[in-house]
């Protein structure tokens, strides 16, 4: 440590009032985070891109510093998804503060991961006060039944008014009105649900496990 001869020439005085950091709360206990090591936590941050087309909401899992679980999700831009898609590789093992220095290719998520090291560093956390915090896989839990993002669409114009394009349960195909044309429900596909229908309706015939390519008989 290289000390400027004005310091050098100071006398001591003690710091006779700090007595170290505030305690955190984090996963039912109160803690002094001195060390990447001592943060653990589930938490989410939410990131926009600088021309604001997209946004993204960035939910990790983090024990003793080190980010075990990562759910990206993303709206509004294509090219965002794609970016979610390498940053899910990119963070499992990383620390938390390796996370908040690395590139994650999309301002969005950057943004978001910057917010979220707030979050969890402060100890406003979702697991701030459950023993043991929330297992690997909690992420999951956030996208319900069917695993697919909570999406909330809707549209509307002064001359014709709202149209429900997409709610939490799934993709909108109606919107009930009444006798003054004013919404009083909404008829909806679940898409999860539909998916795994048609997943239990395919089938295979032969020897397909055998095939080392499987192509398109409709383009290929």
């Excluded at 620390?95 to 999309?106: P, Q, S």
């Excluded at 991961?113 to 043991?132: D, H, K, P, W």
Aim: glycine residues 12%; charged residues 25%.
């Amino acid at each position: 440590m290289i000390y400027s001869k004005e310091v050098e020439e100071m006398c001591p005085v003690a710091q006779g009032v700090h007595h170290g950091c505030a305690p955190i709360p984090e996963e039912a206990k109160w803690v002094q985070a001195k060390k990447v090591e001592d943060i653990s936590g589930f938490t989410h941050g939410v990131g926009w891109c600088a021309p604001q087309q997209g946004a993204c909401k960035l939910s990790l899992n983090v024990k003793e510093g080190i980010i075990q679980e990562a759910l990206v999700e993303t709206i509004g831009c294509s090219g965002m998804t794609h970016s979610a898609a390498m940053a899910a590789e990119i963070l499992p093992g990383l620390t938390v503060m390796e996370a908040l220095n690395t590139d994650l290719v999309c301002d969005a998520i950057n943004t978001a991961m910057r917010e979220l090291f707030l979050q969890i560093v402060y100890g406003r956390t979702q697991s701030a006060f459950s023993e043991e915090g929330l297992p690997v896989g909690a992420g999951l839990e956030d996208l319900g039944k069917g695993l697919r993002s909570q999406v909330g669409t809707m549209y509307g114009t002064l001359k014709k008014g709202p149209r429900y394009l997409e709610m939490a349960e799934g993709y909108v195909t109606g919107i009930a009105l009444d006798k003054d044309d004013q919404i009083i429900g909404y008829q909806f596909v679940s898409l999860g649900k539909m998916t795994d229908f048609i997943k239990k309706a395919k089938g295979q015939y032969g020897r397909v496990d055998d095939a080392v390519k499987i192509i398109d008989p409709r383009k290929e």
